[in-house]
């Protein structure tokens, strides 16, 4: 089963593109198709009757960029200069567990509280610091 | 390929057997593109599975992202906390003039 919904904003816009701006479009693409339920989904552990079926959100950042042109110095003009890089991040999180038993199935939050005490001291330093800037303009 | 772009797709991975039972995983999987330079951001996350017994008919459990929820409740709090002191502390300078 696969729902597709793709927004488009840029259709038919053209552009020329060199080899290397294609090589990193062909390296982003296949970065991109490799995006599935496999990626969000863990491998079922197995413990007698039960099944424990690990579940993580995953966010992948890629970037790439090349560019070259002509050069125009005393000593090198004629000559051509191109350069390129890319770097990628990815991030991980635990979001549930899903137990499968002969009792039946059941989701598991996960719940990381790190997370929620860290948002709380946001949340505080965003009141303290309005009341701190309320009170000094007073 | 310079465009921006926005796909949202969701996708069922192969069944699970327990015991009886059949487990489908389904995920949704985000992907931005943008224009310029070659960039992307992928975000899968598990939204549902799907659990057939024998002879029954699919049941969807959705996945809850519990975690994100109380983080966005309690940075809504916070942000409505400040604007309520800012609320109060202008309707009292306000008074005082």
């Known amino acids: 089963m696969t729902d597709e919904v793709e927004f488009d904003y840029n259709k038919g816009q053209n552009q020329e593109t060199d080899p290397v701006q294609e090589t990193i479009n062909d390296t982003l693409a296949h970065f991109l198709a490799t995006a599935g339920v496999d990626t969000v989904y863990g491998q079922p552990i197995r413990k007698g009757d039960t099944v424990i079926i690990p579940t993580a959100e995953v966010l992948s950042a890629l970037g790439f960029g090349a560019s070259q042109g002509a050069m125009s110095g005393k000593e090198t003009k004629g000559g051509k200069w191109s350069g390129s890089g890319g770097g990628g991040r990815t991030f991980s999180r635990p979001v549930a567990v899903i137990v499968a038993s002969p009792e039946g199935v059941r989701v598991t939050p996960v719940f990381d509280t790190t997370k929620i005490i860290l948002a709380g001291l946001t949340a505080l330093g965003f009141m303290f610091s309005t009341l701190l800037r309320m009170r000094s303009n007073k | ?97």
């Open chain 2, 1 to 97: 390929m310079s465009r921006f772009s926005v796909s949202i797709k969701k996708s069922s991975g192969s069944p699970i057997q327990a015991g009886n039972l059949k487990v489908t995983p389904v995920s949704q999987e985000v992907v931005f593109r943008a224009p310029g330079q070659s960039n992307g951001l992928v975000w899968n996350r598990p939204v549902a599975v799907g659990v057939q017994a024998p002879g029954d008919e699919m049941q969807v459990l959705p996945v809850y992202d519990r975690t994100r929820l109380a983080q966005l409740l309690i940075l809504g709090a916070g942000l409505l906390g400040s604007a309520l002191i800012w609320l109060i502390f202008r309707k009292r300078s306000n008074s005082k003039v």
